[in-house]
């Protein structure tokens, strides 16, 4: 993807602005001239230039239009006044509910940064995939934990990916991790009030140490040192309050991650199956070996069961 | 949830925001700043739907900063503000408007200190004091009640204390902490941030 832009190579006549055309017009901060469609027909196609300039990155979403506007004009003449001010068409009846369950968190300590989500991948009430892959590689330094809707976080963070390592190719140097939030932000701000749904936790290690963004498609963009993100964060929250902080070691860091991950799987319906843990270090990331929660569960039971074993076992000692 | 307050003086204004960055019922951050810096003696103060403060702040911010840049001398509050209020009406009948609620305060060397109350349907006011937020409702009769124009900075930070105290103590949410600011001819003073006592936070090793 990269390459192709850098190249020059454009397949669809369509704007290149990144920006998709749903709602821009105007004053968004761009100081930058649109070129419209007439010149770039002009010119023709493959222009090198236009991937060149700094920020503009073509982003070509081919947009259909909706097979339901010719009904919904005739809707028009009964329906109120209000209506008329709405271009677009009433959105279509998706087959299922989209799906947001997940457990993801992130938290900086004095060794890096840890990130740690389940794999479960549901939908509509039945587990779709039980190995999704929810924390994804950026680059050596950065990882994205996805949650909310799974199509979306892909297509996202393989956008985010190119757009970071085009900067590097311009620039010759990597984009800061605050950079790439803001970059992942701003990206999503025209979606913002369609149904698109990525609530993403950046962690990542750059030249001002480690770092933790959460961003989100809403709109949200902060800076912090423990995050978790998905339906079941309030349970890992509920771990992790207690116990995070930043002189933790590498060991205590991992344990409680798995912990707050396996507490969260326990009582939430849609996060489970297994966990994975990245540990990004000043050297770049590493990745733990994927676990089954299930083991896990049963070793606790298998604890609970011994001690109970040992206490009644007291007891009738002492009678 | 987010609460803003701004009291003006004879030579000065100051003005204070709640620091937690929520989401539905988490409390994702407890440290965020909700003032920005348009320029030496003008901040804006922004709250509302999750994106539009950051971005719509962050814009008018990068705008002034431009004007600057262009013509050489920077707005006065009086008009940043009605910049701000005239890009918050032109988003506002459009497909995307900015659902924010702003306090613009400044200080200009002919006007004095100013006060700017912007809501989200962007009606503007210039008002000696005010407040956004749930805790509008708790707090607006305090202000009403000990407000004098001739507060010195120490009456006004003790009127600002009363308020926080009132939040503390009848508003349901729990809200920690509150950065404070105050604006005066010299420029921006970062003052101490006030923790009503009994607020509970999250309490968190410093990290190096």
Same mark, same amino acid.
């Given at each position: 993807?990269?390459?192709?832009?850098?190249?020059?190579? &454009?397949?669809?006549?369509?704007?290149?602005?990144?920006?998709?055309?749903?709602?821009?017009?105007?004053?968004?901060?761009?100081?930058?001239?649109?070129?419209?469609?007439?010149?770039?027909?002009?010119?023709?196609?493959?222009?090198?230039?236009?991937?060149?300039?700094?920020?503009?990155?073509?982003?070509?979403?081919?947009?259909?239009?909706?097979?339901?506007?010719?009904?919904?004009?005739?809707?028009?003449?009964?329906?109120?006044?209000?209506?008329?001010?709405?271009?677009?068409?009433?959105?279509?009846?998706?087959?299922?509910?989209?799906?947001?369950? *997940? *457990?993801? !968190?992130?938290?900086?300590?004095?060794?890096?940064?840890?990130?740690?989500?389940?794999?479960?991948?549901?939908?509509?009430?039945?587990? $779709?995939?039980?190995? $999704?892959? @929810?924390?994804?590689?950026?680059?050596?330094?950065?990882?994205?934990?996805?949650?909310?809707?799974?199509?979306?976080?892909?297509?996202?963070?393989?956008?985010? $990916?190119?757009?970071?390592?085009?900067? &590097?190719?311009?620039?010759?140097?990597?984009?800061?991790? *605050?950079?790439?939030?803001?970059?992942?932000?701003?990206?999503?701000?025209?979606?913002?009030?369609?149904?698109?749904?990525?609530?993403?936790?950046?962690?990542?290690?750059?030249?001002?140490?480690?770092? !933790?963004?959460?961003?989100?498609?809403?709109?949200?963009?902060?800076?912090?040192?423990?995050?978790?993100?998905?339906?079941?964060?309030?349970?890992?929250?509920?771990?992790?309050?207690?116990?995070?902080?930043?002189?933790?070691?590498?060991?205590?860091?991992?344990?409680?991650?798995?912990?707050?991950?396996?507490?969260?799987?326990?009582?939430?319906?849609?996060?489970?199956?297994?966990?994975?843990?990245?540990?990004?270090?000043?050297?770049?990331?590493?990745?733990?070996?994927?676990?089954?929660?299930?083991?896990?569960?049963?070793?606790?039971?298998?604890?609970?069961?011994?001690?109970?074993?040992?206490?009644? @076992?007291?007891?009738?000692?002492?009678? | 949830?987010?609460?803003?307050?701004?009291?003006?003086?004879?030579?000065?204004?100051?003005?204070?925001?709640?620091?937690?960055?929520?989401?539905?019922?988490? /409390?994702?951050?407890?440290?965020?700043?909700?003032?920005?810096? =348009?320029?030496?003696?003008?901040?804006?103060?922004?709250?509302?739907?999750?994106?539009?403060?950051?971005?719509?702040?962050?814009?008018? /911010?990068?705008?002034?900063?431009?004007?600057?840049?262009?013509? +050489?001398?920077?707005?006065?509050?009086?008009?940043?503000?009605?910049?701000?209020?005239?890009?918050?009406?032109?988003?506002?009948?459009?497909?995307?408007?900015?659902?924010?609620?702003?306090?613009?305060?400044?200080?200009?060397?002919?006007?004095?200190?100013?006060?700017?109350?912007?809501?989200?349907?962007?009606?503007?006011?210039?008002?000696?004091?005010?407040?956004? +937020?749930?805790?509008?409702?708790?707090?607006?009769?305090?202000?009403?009640?000990?407000?004098?124009?001739?507060?010195?900075?120490?009456?006004?930070?003790? =009127?600002?204390?009363?308020?926080?105290?009132? =939040?503390?103590?009848?508003?349901?949410?729990?809200?920690?902490?509150?950065?404070?600011?105050?604006?005066?001819?010299?420029?921006?003073?970062?003052?101490?941030?006030?923790?009503?006592?009994?607020?509970?936070?999250?309490?968190?090793?410093?990290?190096?």
């Amino acid at each position: 993807m990269a390459l192709q832009d850098v190249s020059g190579f &454009q397949d669809t006549p369509m704007s290149h602005r990144w920006n998709t055309p749903v709602s821009l017009s105007g004053p968004m901060g761009d100081t930058t001239p649109l070129l419209d469609m007439a010149d770039e027909r002009i010119l023709g196609w493959g222009r090198f230039k236009s991937s060149e300039r700094d920020g503009e990155v073509p982003l070509r979403f081919f947009i259909p239009t909706p097979q339901s506007s010719v009904p919904f004009r005739c809707d028009n003449r009964h329906t109120s006044l209000s209506s008329l001010s709405t271009s677009s068409s009433p959105p279509t009846r998706r087959p299922f509910p989209l799906c947001h369950g *997940t *457990t993801t !968190l992130a938290f900086v300590f004095q060794g890096g940064v840890i990130a740690a989500a389940d794999t479960r991948a549901s939908c509509s009430g039945h587990v $779709a995939c039980p190995s $999704a892959q @929810k924390i994804l590689p950026i680059h050596s330094h950065l990882l994205v934990t996805t949650s909310g809707s799974g199509a979306d976080c892909m297509l996202w963070e393989r956008i985010l $990916a190119r757009e970071i390592r085009l900067y &590097q190719l311009r620039h010759g140097r990597r984009l800061s991790i *605050t950079g790439s939030a803001k970059l992942l932000s701003h990206m999503l701000h025209p979606f913002k009030g369609t149904d698109v749904c990525v609530a993403a936790t950046l962690c990542g290690w750059d030249r001002c140490g480690p770092k !933790l963004f959460y961003v989100c498609s809403d709109g949200t963009r902060l800076q912090g040192e423990l995050f978790s993100v998905g339906s079941g964060s309030p349970y890992a929250y509920g771990v992790l309050d207690g116990e995070v902080r930043w002189s933790l070691n590498e060991q205590e860091a991992i344990s409680l991650a798995r912990e707050a991950v396996y507490r969260a799987t326990h009582r939430d319906a849609y996060s489970g199956n297994c966990v994975d843990l990245f540990h990004i270090t000043a050297q770049g990331y590493c990745r733990r070996d994927r676990e089954d929660l299930r083991e896990e569960y049963h070793r606790e039971r298998e604890r609970e069961r011994v001690l109970k074993r040992g206490k009644e @076992k007291s007891e009738e000692d002492k009678k | 949830m987010e609460y803003l307050i701004g009291i003006q003086g004879q030579d000065f204004v100051l003005v204070a925001a709640d620091n937690i960055a929520a989401n539905s019922i988490i /409390q994702m951050k407890q440290d965020q700043d909700k003032m920005f810096k =348009l320029s030496d003696k003008i901040l804006l103060l922004c709250v509302g739907e999750a994106g539009d403060t950051v971005q719509f702040a962050e814009y008018i /911010q990068k705008n002034i900063q431009l004007y600057k840049m262009r013509n +050489g001398y920077e707005l006065s509050p009086k008009a940043a503000a009605n910049f701000t209020r005239k890009n918050l009406a032109d988003y506002l009948r459009s497909r995307t408007p900015y659902h924010v609620n702003l306090l613009l305060a400044g200080f200009d060397e002919t006007d004095g200190p100013g006060l700017y109350y912007m809501d989200h349907l962007s009606a503007l006011a210039k008002a000696p004091f005010a407040a956004h +937020g749930y805790g509008a409702y708790l707090t607006l009769s305090i202000l009403d009640r000990y407000y004098r124009p001739d507060l010195t900075r120490d009456e006004a930070v003790d =009127l600002l204390k009363k308020c926080v105290e009132e =939040l503390n103590k009848r508003f349901i949410l729990n809200l920690p902490s509150f950065s404070v600011r105050l604006i005066d001819t010299e420029g921006i003073h970062d003052l101490e941030k006030i923790m009503p006592v009994g607020a509970k936070s999250l309490a968190r090793a410093p990290s190096s």
